[in-house]
């Protein structure tokens, strides 16, 4: 069974741009979260989407905001990207809430 | 959601057990305790979970103390392969905390 894909794998911006990033989960996953991880702050939580709603959001701007398909795949867009947003940004996947999550590669956001 | 305490970094030599500790005293009776590890600049790599019963799989085993406020990963023969950061993280509904993590090393 394939795993979690993200798309891209690098991304380089500049400051005031808008990133879009997607996450294909594991067929038959339903659940799919975000998360930022930087040197400084570590994994920090962004949201949780079940079933193409959002069912948990983590303590961050309004500029991050995602969504999910009917088909479970996810995306997220940042907007107004600062370079403070820098960071890798990973996706999980899991059956449903409460289940474990199992993580793909990540996206390597660069802003300039 | 409890919070988790856990040593910066331990070493362990190879072929050794590794046994990695987690203090989550304030868990609550529905919280369960998941392990995840990171190699470097990877995606998490989920380990095990449990909620009060230990657990094995064909990773590691994972110990719970009676009362629930503390807990161990064992990975009984480490590896080289097996340096990471490992995460202890317990959850009820809602997100996962990861807090700052055990860097494991294991040393020739």
């Known amino acids: 069974k394939a795993g979690v894909t993200q798309t891209p794998r690098y991304l380089i911006k500049t400051r005031g741009q808008q990133v879009t990033l997607s996450c294909s989960p594991i067929?038959?996953?339903?659940?799919v979260s975000w998360y930022q991880q930087t040197p400084g702050q570590g994994l920090q939580f962004l949201f949780e989407?079940?079933?193409?709603?959002?069912?948990n959001k983590g303590n961050f701007p309004g500029r991050f905001s995602g969504r999910q398909f009917s088909n479970s795949r996810s995306e997220m867009n940042v907007s107004t990207l600062e370079l403070g947003d820098s960071a890798l940004y990973l996706c999980?996947?899991?059956?449903?809430?409460?289940?474990?999550?199992?993580f793909g590669p990540g996206t390597r956001l660069t802003v300039t | 959601d409890a919070k988790t305490t856990q040593p910066p970094s331990m070493d362990c030599a190879e072929g050794r057990a590794a046994n990695l500790p987690c203090n989550h005293s304030?868990?609550?009776?529905?919280?369960?305790v998941y392990w995840y590890r990171q190699i470097h600049s990877q995606g998490p790599q989920y380990i095990i979970h449990?909620?009060?019963n230990n657990e094995t799989n064909e990773m590691a085993s994972l110990i719970i103390t009676e009362d629930r406020k503390s807990s161990t990963l064992i990975l009984p023969h480490a590896t080289l392969r097996d340096t990471a950061v490992y995460y202890c993280?317990?959850?009820?509904?809602?997100?996962?905390?990861f807090g700052t993590g055990t860097s494991l090393t294991v040393i020739p």
């Open positions: 304030t868990i609550s009776g529905n919280e369960y």
């Open positions: 999980a996947s899991s059956l449903a809430l409460e289940y474990e999550q199992y």
């Open positions: 067929s038959g996953h339903r659940s």
């Open positions: 993280i317990v959850r009820a509904y809602n997100q996962f905390y």
């Open positions: 989407y079940f079933s193409e709603t959002q069912r």
């Open positions: 449990g909620l009060k």
